[in-house]
């Protein structure tokens, strides 16, 4: 193996070249053939030597370090070698295309040869610039719902799947009239022949007119447009021109290589990305990608205004995994406006403060269950979970907020500890 592309990261021409970070579980074998092979393989070369491979295509090694660190053969131990290797790759290999850029640095060898697992990759500036990342970000989908601090909510209309249009629309009704900021298609509901976008969306859109008429508080509607890719965009379309506020797409059935598409297609609606499947790229520790990047970089790469991430109350994140999500969604990247996280699965008013505690305010707080399983009704569980958010944000408990909300309070009562 060429060892001439094991150089120094110094040497590199950084806006030239994509770094991925691995961890390499090897059980016999050399290292460092093994980093070279990762390099070599993920590029021009195959399991052999071929006449024409170019230098400037292949990767390059730049780093490879051992855990537990040791530099000499007696710290060696038995077993399998747990490897940290960054590999170099060409931009020019994949240009601008986000799918070729996974390809590259998911494929072949770092999916099916090792048990190796992409930890980060850090991007050029010109290279995120190309692939542009959210179109409205926090700030612009504050702007377009008028909500510029507080948490927002968002109502996930339930059942997930299976009801009718009458049902849904009063749900969805309810739903706005409690004051919600957004309400949601589960992931599971699309555009099945029993309730298809094309009536849904508008009647749900004249329903939360309706409640505005009432009320004076705007709800938008964000619809589930998962499709194949032959479809998805005559669904954007067709959801935009209907009435809906936001598209959804299912991340990783449809790619992030077709949200991006979706994204540079411009439909003039901000992009809500669902993590559902996404566990089957980073739950396994010997192969996929870490959760920072399925959940956070790789979409807000792809476009992403939201990502909807499951509860860190109610799914076994570590607190230091689900840390590094957020930073990944929001902290500053060459530029590109922040993603907008949003909190699902188990999220009931209770559970409010503490989720303001881990995820700060730019958050979107995503309730089904809670909101139509509360026992007053929809617009009470919507209530509930708005009058939770303002006591949390005043620093008031919630039993204390409880005695002048009966939603509020007839939501601890069903769902709460009794020990609080």
């Not at 290797?85 to 850029?101: C, E, I, K, W, Y």
């Not at 959210?134 to 989908?141: H, S």
Request: net charge negative; proline share 8%.
């Amino acid at each position: 193996m060429d060892q001439h592309l094991l150089i120094l990261p110094e040497s590199l021409a950084a806006e030239e070249f994509v770094v991925a970070t691995y961890a390499l579980r090897l059980t016999g074998g050399d290292p460092l053939r093994a980093a070279l092979e990762v390099a070599v393989t993920q590029t021009t070369g195959t399991w052999l030597p071929i006449a024409g491979e170019s230098d400037a295509h292949r990767g390059r090694v730049i780093a490879l370090e051992e855990l537990p660190v040791g530099e000499t053969a007696r710290n060696l131990e038995e077993g399998p070698r747990l490897l940290l290797a960054r590999v170099a790759f060409p931009v020019v290999n994949f240009g601008s295309d986000l799918t070729m850029l996974l390809a590259t640095l998911l494929g072949n060898d770092a999916s099916a040869s090792h048990e190796i697992r992409l930890l980060d990759m850090e991007l050029p500036a010109s290279l995120a610039a190309a692939l542009g990342g959210p179109r409205y970000g926090i700030p612009g989908l504050r702007q377009r719902l008028g909500v510029p601090k507080r948490p927002l909510v968002c109502a996930i209309m339930k059942p997930s799947t299976g009801f009718a249009l009458r049902a849904g629309v009063e749900a969805c009704y309810q739903a706005a009239l409690g004051g919600a900021d957004l309400i949601k298609d589960d992931e599971l509901l699309a555009d099945p022949d029993f309730l298809p976008l094309a009536k849904r969306v508008p009647a749900y859109a004249d329903a939360v007119r309706r409640a505005f008429e009432e009320t004076g508080h705007r709800t938008r509607i964000v619809a589930n447009i998962t499709a194949g890719p032959t479809r998805l965009l005559d669904n954007g379309r067709l959801a935009r021109d209907a009435g809906a506020d936001v598209l959804m797409v299912n991340l990783y059935a449809v790619s992030p290589g077709a949200l991006a598409d979706l994204a540079a297609a411009d439909l003039g609606l901000p992009l809500w990305a669902h993590s559902t499947g996404a566990g089957t790229y980073f739950e396994s520790p010997a192969s996929g990608m870490s959760a920072h990047l399925t959940l956070g970089k790789v979409p807000r790469l792809a476009g992403a205004d939201v990502v909807i991430l499951d509860s860190p109350l109610t799914y076994p994140w570590r607190p230091e995994r689900f840390a590094l999500i957020l930073r990944a969604l929001r902290a500053p990247l060459h530029g590109l406006r922040p993603t907008l996280p949003a909190a699902g699965g188990g999220v009931r008013p209770d559970t409010v403060p503490h989720l303001l505690e881990i995820c700060g305010r730019n958050v979107v707080l995503a309730a089904g269950g809670a909101v139509h399983g509360h026992p007053n009704g929809t617009r009470a569980g919507v209530e509930a979970m708005r009058v939770a958010v303002d006591a949390a944000i005043e620093g008031i408990p919630l039993p204390v907020a409880a005695q002048t909300s009966a939603p509020l309070r007839a939501a601890l009562d069903a769902w709460a500890p009794k020990d609080r």
